[in-house]
C-alpha cells in the first residue's frame, strides 16, 4: 500500500535532492536554499531555509549522526551545517571552483567527498574542514558518488558513463565505462556478501544512467588492492587481443578506426608499436588530425604502463596533476607541485593552497632540487 500523507511546496524553484536523517528531512533547490523539516508532523524548523549559495543547490547530505548536513552548489562550494541550531561550520570551496554537483560523507563521518562539473573531486576532513585529497576523472562531471559501507573506498559515476573507484588517498583502483549516456546516481548495499570458500566479503553496488539501465556489481576491495596493478598493466600492454583493441577504440571515441584495426590484426603489441608512418602508410588512414589523435592516445598508454609497472612513490605524484613531477617546486603551504600546474594554479584560482584550501602566504615557489634529483635518481633505475 502507498498513501500519500503530506505535501511541502515551500521551495520557489525545482527541487533537487531530498535527504533523511533519524529526526530530519532536508530539501534544497534552484532556489538557492536548503530547507529542514522535523519528521515528527513535517513542520519547517524555525532556523529554515539555511541560505548563503548564490547559485542552484545540487545535492544535500546527513553525516551518518545526523548532526551535521552538508549542501553543494553551482557557485563552487560545499557547505557545512550544524542541524542542531542551523548555523554555518565551514565554507569549502572547490579547489577548481567548478560547480559542485555531488557531496557525501564516509560512514564515520571523517570525511566528505564532493564532485565538480569540470571532474574534480575532492576529499575534505570533515572535522578539521580542510582539503585532504583531490583528483579529477578524465571526461564529464560528476554526478554521483557512494562510500563502501566500511569506508575503506569510494565510488564516483560521471555524465560520460565512466564509474571510478577510489581508496582513501584518492588513488584511482578501478574505471570502466558503465553507462553509454552518462550515469545519474549509484549506491552501495549496506549488507556485505561473503565468499564461503575465502571468507572474503564483497559490496553489491547499483549504477543507474541516461541509457534506461540499472547495473548491479560485485566489488572487493581487497581483490582491487591485490589486482588493480596487474589488470592495468595486462590492460595496458601486450596482452591486449584484437577484441580489446576495438573496444579500447570505442572509448576513445576511435569507433570509426576500428574496421582498419581489425583489418590489419592490430593486437595489444601492435597497437604499442605503431607510428605515425605506419599510421599513413600502412594503415592508410589520411587525416592528419585523426593520426595525430591515435598517437596521442597510445602515448597515453605507454605512460600508464610505465607508471603502473614501476609503482611510481606516492612523494613524487603532482597533487594537482597526480602525475609524476618534472619540475617540482616548493609553495609557500610547504608541498611541492609540478611548477607548471602550480603556475596555472595560483594564476587561474584563488590564491590558496590545493592540499588545504588555505590562503597562501606567499606566491613564490622554491625549486625542490633535492626531490627532482630523487626523481631522476628513480627514473634512471625503473624506467630504462
Known amino acids: 500500500m502507498v498513501k500519500l500523507i503530506h505535501t511541502l511546496a515551500d521551495h520557489g524553484d ?32 524555525p532556523y529554515s531555509p539555511l541560505k548563503f549559495h548564490t547559485y542552484a543547490v545540487h545535492c544535500c547530505c546527513f553525516s551518518p549522526s545526523g548532526h551535521i548536513l552538508a549542501s553543494c552548489s553551482t557557485d563552487g562550494t ?4 550544524n ?20 557531496c557525501q560523507f564516509s560512514p564515520d563521518s571523517t570525511c566528505l567527498a564532493s564532485g565538480a562539473a569540470d571532474g574534480t573531486v575532492v576529499l575534505w576532513n570533515a572535522q578539521s574542514y580542510k582539503l585532504y585529497r583531490c583528483g579529477s576523472v578524465k571526461d564529464g562531471s560528476l ?16 555524465s560520460c558513463g565512466d564509474l571510478t573507484v577510489w581508496d582513501d588517498k584518492m588513488r ?35 549504477s543507474c544512467g541516461q541509457d534506461c539501465q540499472v547495473k548491479i556489481w560485485i566489488v572487493s576491495f581487497t ?28 572509448a576513445q571515441d576511435l569507433k570509426d578506426l576500428v574496421g582498419i584495426f581489425k583489418m590489419n590484426n592490430i593486437d595489444g603489441k601492435e597497437l604499442l608499436n605503431l607510428t605515425k608512418e605506419s599510421l599513413a602508410d ?17 602515448e597515453e598508454l605507454r605512460t600508464k604502463v610505465k607508471s603502473l609497472s614501476s609503482g611510481i612513490p606516492d612523494e613524487f605524484i603532482c597533487p594537482i596533476t597526480r602525475e609524476l613531477m618534472k619540475d617540482p617546486v616548493i609553495a609557500s603551504d610547504g608541498y611541492s607541485y609540478e611548477k ?15 592540499m588545504t584550501n588555505l590562503v597562501l602566504p606567499s606566491a613564490v615557489l622554491t625549486p625542490n632540487r633535492t626531490l627532482k634529483m630523487a626523481i631522476n635518481r628513480w627514473l634512471e633505475t625503473h624506467q630504462k
Open 282 to 298: 600502412d594503415l592508410k588512414i589520411e587525416s592528419l588530425g585523426l593520426r595525430s589523435k591515435v598517437l596521442r592516445k597510445i
Open 14 to 45: 525545482d527541487v533537487n535532492c531530498c535527504a533523511f536523517s533519524f529526526s530530519l528531512l532536508a530539501t534544497c533547490s534552484l532556489d538557492k536554499t536548503i530547507r529542514l523539516y522535523s519528521l515528527r508532523d513535517f513542520t519547517e524548523l
Open 143 to 158: 554526478a554521483a558518488c557512494a562510500f563502501s559501507p566500511n569506508g575503506s573506498f569510494f565510488v564516483t559515476g560521471s
Open 83 to 102: 542541524t542542531e541550531n542551523g548555523q554555518m561550520l565551514a565554507v569549502m570551496e572547490q579547489p577548481s571552483g567548478s560547480p559542485v554537483r555531488v
Open 78 to 81: 560545499t557547505v557545512l551545517w
Open 172 to 206: 584511482c583502483l578501478h574505471s570502466e565505462k558503465a553507462h553509454d549516456l552518462g550515469i545519474t546516481c549509484c549506491d552501495f548495499s549496506s549488507q556485505p556478501v561473503s565468499d564461503g570458500e575465502q571468507g572474503l566479503q564483497f559490496f553489491r553496488l547499483a
Open 223 to 250: 581483490h582491487i588492492l591485490a589486482r588493480s596493478t596487474e589488470h592495468q598493466l595486462k590492460q595496458f600492454t601486450e596482452d591486449w587481443s584484437e577484441e580489446d583493441v576495438s573496444t579500447w577504440l570505442c
Open 340 to 354: 607548471e600546474a602550480m603556475e596555472n594554479w595560483i594564476s587561474k584560482k584563488k590564491r590558496t593552497s590545493p
